[in-house]
């Protein structure tokens, strides 16, 4: 019986790893109530940003937040807030690793903060168009930029279809869709 075990424990990290060792790329699934969303992640790129996005996939954060900034022609952002526009708590920020190796194109997914570049947590949005004002310029507080750290590699109507909804104001909150679209589950998915 114990080799059993520690055969199932051994296999299940085997099966954890196989990803990392096969060199691929890590991927997320969002499922929400606009259809599946799946991300690839760029940890050569960015790895602090990506291991800070997989950490609140890993603790099951993202389940039942809600994309709550829809700007047409511009993104759609979640990650952080409840229905009701209630805010999550997040980890600590991290540091924007904004450079010109990735761009605010139409599809990839970036973080979003606040106007201290290094205020990132959990919330991110995706481009639903080329945002060059959104890219890295310098390290000064008004050219770091947002940093990209994958692009969507399915779902990208489901980007549309949330892009398109009627959106209000709630409680000092703009671009608000009307109609909560909830991200019921984030999950890592083997590429």
Do not use: W
């Not at 960015?46 to 829809?70: C, D, K, Q, S």
């Not at 194109?105 to 004002?133: C, E, L, V, W, Y």
């Not at 489901?158 to 909150?173: D, K, N, Q, W």
Request: hydrophobic content about 40%; aromatic content about 6%.
């Amino acid at each position: 019986m114990k080799i059993n075990r520690l055969f199932l424990v051994a296999l299940a990290l085997v099966c954890m790893t196989a990803p990392a060792l096969a060199g691929g790329k890590p991927q997320v699934r969002l499922e929400t109530t606009k259809g599946l969303i799946v991300v690839e992640l760029e940890p050569a790129v960015a790895p602090m940003t990506v291991e800070n996005f997989l950490r609140y996939v890993r603790e099951g954060f993202y389940n039942g937040t809600i994309f709550h900034r829809v700007i047409k022609d511009f993104m759609i952002q979640g990650g952080g807030m409840m229905p009701g526009m209630i805010q999550k708590s997040g980890h600590e920020p991290i540091r924007n690793e904004a450079s010109q190796k990735m761009l605010n194109t139409k599809g990839t997914i970036a973080m979003a903060r606040t106007n201290d570049p290094h205020s990132a947590t959990s919330q991110f949005f995706i481009n639903t168009k080329d945002n060059p004002s959104l890219d890295f310029q310098s390290r000064s507080r008004r050219g770091y930029g947002y940093c990209v750290f994958g692009r969507v590699i399915k779902g990208m109507e489901v980007v549309e279809r949330i892009e398109a909804v009627a959106t209000t104001a709630v409680g000092g909150h703009r671009d608000v869709p009307r109609r909560a679209i909830v991200i019921e589950r984030a999950v890592e998915v083997a590429p």
